[in-house]
């Protein structure tokens, strides 16, 4: 009974840390890897708080680049450079840099026919974010730095 239990709770974590709406970025939204993988990789690598947690600073950070950026530019432009930086800024800050890190890289090491340019240039702006986060009190903090990491140029904007 207790197995059933554990499998039923797994699989209902899977699936909350699975995106439940397109991403502008294309990286969740275009079947690159299975997003069922990176949910149960990332359900054993941090657990199921951390993932859903995961999920939802996602969905917000691609929210917040949708209202701030032009839609030309969420993916491989200063929206997209935003919202890598912005998601893991609200992670660091809800499950703590070190699982901030293991989701994002999971997440960049699940993209697997994207161009080797643009996953570097992914982690390299969610290390950014991380730091924006460490250094951040809250979300609305967090939020300014990456916007004016944007503006400064000390994002990377493109691949």
């Not at 699975?18 to 990286?27: E, G």
């Not at 609200?90 to 293991?102: E, P």
């Amino acid at each position: 009974m207790q197995s059933i239990i554990l499998l039923a709770l797994l699989a209902i974590a899977a699936t909350q840390a699975a995106p439940s709406t397109p991403v502008v970025d294309k990286v969740w939204g275009e079947p690159r890897g299975s997003t069922t993988t990176e949910a149960i990789k990332c359900l054993f690598l941090v657990g199921p708080f951390a993932c859903a947690k995961a999920k939802t600073d996602a969905d917000n950070a691609a929210a917040a680049a949708r209202e701030s950026y032009p839609t030309d530019t969420l993916h491989n432009g200063i929206g997209d450079a935003f919202r890598h930086c912005y998601w893991n800024a609200l992670m660091t800050l809800s499950v703590g840099r070190t699982s901030a890190k293991k989701i994002a890289d999971l997440h960049e090491d699940n993209n697997t026919t994207g161009p080797l340019a643009e996953r570097e240039m992914d982690l390299k702006n969610n290390e950014i974010g991380r730091q924006a986060g460490s250094e951040s009190k809250d979300a609305d903090e967090a939020r300014a730095k990456c916007h004016d990491y944007v503006n400064t140029g000390y994002l990377q904007l493109k691949p």
